[in-house]
């Protein structure tokens, strides 16, 4: 499979009155073509602020600073104009997050809403148009489309909306599909719809997703890969089977503690003590010291570093030596 987007090195910082946030600090991933990669770790750990990284939708915010690579296809999506980031967003990159009502216009139709990209991106005629919209919310699942396509979006409950947003998201093909939380703020039966709903999608068609993720039953039913992040930084990073079986770093051991099982949904997790520290006061040492069982004098003083323990796992412990797999 070939590579689809690569992150080297994204460093994504605020400038603060109180000083400087370092929201996503040395952060590199891929994405291969097909693959779904799910971002994993608790609020605040800095998996939306990847997103938007990813879309440029921090872009011209003032006091944010992104630096790194961002490689889609041939371009490095952090040294194109607004212009062609705007044909690549929307057409071969496409977002949908937790709350779709965000992201919908509230005065215009579900269906004015759905042409447009497609009159844009695709070329396509209002007719045309207009019939992929009703065609695609029908694929979907959504059983009267012609009905959807009049509504406006505070008529739909949050789980018709999210079906909306997901439908306008792969109108015009994109190769690469963001979703931000997609199925949090919805109940859990209407999430499992959901979710299945992605992966068919995904099997029809060579979509790779990018799947941010608090819940780690939903990492278990849909990601091949799996990314863990914690204040910022990529602490662990493996294939689902090995990262569920053999979870390395003590944070990632924390989060999988409830034992959620492979294509199994669970609802409870169990929470780790203590929170993720204030970005602002990271010193050089482990961030996750405060919070770990195994903690050792070298953890409080030197920060570890991501290294390669086995065929397909990173982690970035002092517990592991690089090389070793540790199985
Ligand atoms: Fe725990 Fe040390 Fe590993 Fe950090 S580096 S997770 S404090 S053992
Ligand atoms: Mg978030």
Redesign the pocket.
């Known amino acids: 499979m070939s590579t689809l987007l690569d992150i080297e090195q994204l460093s994504t910082y605020f400038q603060t009155e109180e000083g400087v946030i370092k929201a996503v600090d040395d952060v590199s991933l891929r994405i291969l073509q097909g693959e779904t990669v799910c971002i994993v770790g608790e609020s605040g750990c800095g998996k939306s602020v990847t997103a938007l990284s990813v879309m440029g939708l921090l872009e011209g915010v003032s006091g944010t600073q992104v630096g790194g690579q961002i490689k889609f296809g041939d371009s490095d999506l952090l040294k194109l104009g607004k212009h062609e980031l705007r044909t690549i967003r929307g057409h071969e990159i496409a977002m949908i997050f937790q709350e779709p009502m965000s992201s919908l216009n509230p005065v215009l139709t579900i269906g004015e809403q759905m042409i447009e990209p497609m009159l844009e991106h695709l070329k396509l005629g209002k007719k045309a148009a207009r019939q992929r919209a009703v065609d695609l919310i029908a694929q979907v699942g959504i059983s009267r489309p012609e009905q959807i396509m009049t509504s406006y979006p505070h008529e739909l409950s949050g789980g018709m909306l999210q079906r909306v947003m997901i439908a306008m998201a792969i109108s015009c093909n994109p190769k690469l599909l963001i979703a931000d939380e997609p199925t949090t703020a919805l109940d859990v039966t209407i999430q499992a719809q959901i979710l299945d709903m992605l992966r068919q999608i995904k099997a029809e068609s060579d979509m790779s997703i990018l799947l941010i993720t608090h819940d780690l039953g939903v990492v278990a039913e849909m990601a091949d890969y799996v990314v863990v992040m914690y204040a910022g930084k990529v602490v662990e990073e493996g294939e689902v089977t090995q990262l569920f079986e053999h979870p390395k770093?003590?944070?990632t051991q924390g989060l999988l503690k409830s034992k959620p099982v492979l294509n199994q949904r669970q609802d409870e997790l169990y929470s780790i003590p203590g929170q993720v520290p204030n970005l602002l006061e990271l010193r050089e040492s482990?961030y996750?010291?405060d919070r770990?069982e195994?903690?050792?004098g070298v953890?409080r003083v030197k920060e570890?570093v991501l290294k390669k323990i086995g065929d397909n796992q990173k982690v970035a412990?002092?517990?592991y030596e690089e090389g070793v797999s540790h199985d």
Request: hydrophobic share 25%; with cysteine.
């Open positions: 770093h003590p944070y482990c996750f010291h770990c195994h903690c050792m953890c570890p412990c002092w517990l």
